[in-house]
T-cell receptor, first 115, second 110 residues
Framework: DAEITQSPRHKITETGRQVTLACHQT?????MFWYRQDLGHGLRLIHYSYGVQDTNKGEVSDGYSVSRSNTEDLPLTLESAASSQTSVYFC??????????????FGEGSRLTVL | KNEVEQSPQNLTAQEGEFITINCSYS?????LHWLQQHPGGGIVSLFMLSSGKKKHGRLIATINIQEKHSSLHITASHPRDSAVYICAVDSGGGADGLTFGKGTHLIIQP
C-alpha cells in the first residue's frame, strides 16, 4: 500500500543545531507540504512543493528550508534550531494541481523539542 | 485569508449519542476538508466536499455553500471516535489557499 512516512518521530536537539526532518511518500504525488501544529493554532504551512525542483515558502517559513530532488522526498531543514521551533511537524501530499489542493494524505508527525 | 471557526472547541458525550461538529468560514471556497487526529497520532482525511452531503459509515458531512457552513455528524458514537476533528477550507490558488481550523476535541465516554 502507498504511504507517507516521516522520520524521526521524536527528536530532541539543542538551540543552534541544524536539524533535518525526512518525509517520504510512495503515492507518486506531485504536491508535498510541511506543516507545524501548535496549541492554539490550526496547522500552519511552512513550505510546499508542486514537483521536482519546485519549492515555495508558506506562512511560517522563516528559519526553515526544503529541497525537492525527486518525487518521493521533501526533507525539511531547520538551519539553526530555536526554542520557538519546538512543535509537531506534519508532512502531507496530494495529487492535485496547483489550483486545488485535493485530498490530503498526512504522515504520522515528527515531534521536535529544541532545548 | 479565509477565517475558519469550529464549534464547539471541546465536546464530551456518552456512547451512542448523535454528535454534530460545526465549521464556518468567511470567504467562498472550492472545497472543504474534514480531518481526524487521534491522540498522539497522525492525521487522516475523512471527507473532501464542495457541495451537498457525503456519508461514510457512521460519519456524515454536509456543506451549505451559500451560508459558508459545514457540519460533521457522527451517528451512534463510540469511544473509538474520540479524537480531534479538524475542518480545513480550500480557497483555491494553491497550497497557501488552504486554511485549517483549530479543531474540535471530542471525547466519547463508555
Amino acid at each position: 500500500d502507498a504511504e507517507i512516512t516521516q522520520s524521526p518521530r521524536h527528536k530532541i536537539t539543542e538551540t543552534g543545531r541544524q536539524v533535518t526532518l525526512a518525509c517520504h511518500q510512495t503515492w507518486n504525488h506531485n504536491n508535498m507540504f510541511w506543516y507545524r501544529q501548535d496549541l492554539g493554532h490550526g496547522l500552519r504551512l511552512i513550505h510546499y512543493s508542486y514537483g521536482v525542483q519546485d519549492t515555495n515558502k508558506g506562512e511560517v517559513s522563516d528559519g526553515y528550508s526544503v529541497s525537492r530532488s525527486n518525487t518521493e522526498d521533501l526533507p525539511l531543514t531547520l538551519e539553526s534550531a530555536a526554542s520557538s521551533q519546538t512543535s509537531v511537524y506534519f508532512c502531507a501530499s496530494s495529487e492535485h494541481n496547483r489550483r486545488y489542493t485535493g485530498e490530503l494524505f498526512f504522515g504520522e508527525g515528527s515531534r521536535l523539542t529544541v532545548l | 485569508k479565509n477565517e475558519v471557526e469550529q464549534s464547539p472547541q471541546n465536546l464530551t458525550a456518552q456512547e451512542g449519542e448523535f454528535i454534530t461538529i460545526n465549521c464556518s468560514y468567511s470567504v467562498g471556497i472550492s472545497a472543504l476538508h474534514w480531518l481526524q487526529q487521534h491522540p498522539g497520532g497522525g492525521i487522516v482525511s475523512l471527507f473532501m466536499l464542495s457541495s451537498g452531503k457525503k456519508k461514510h459509515g457512521r460519519l456524515i458531512a454536509t456543506i451549505n455553500i451559500q451560508e459558508k457552513h459545514s457540519s460533521l455528524h457522527i451517528t451512534a458514537s463510540h469511544p473509538r471516535d474520540s479524537a480531534v476533528y479538524i475542518c480545513a477550507v480550500d480557497s483555491g490558488g494553491g497550497a497557501d489557499g488552504l486554511t485549517f481550523g483549530k479543531g474540535t476535541h471530542l471525547i466519547i465516554q463508555p
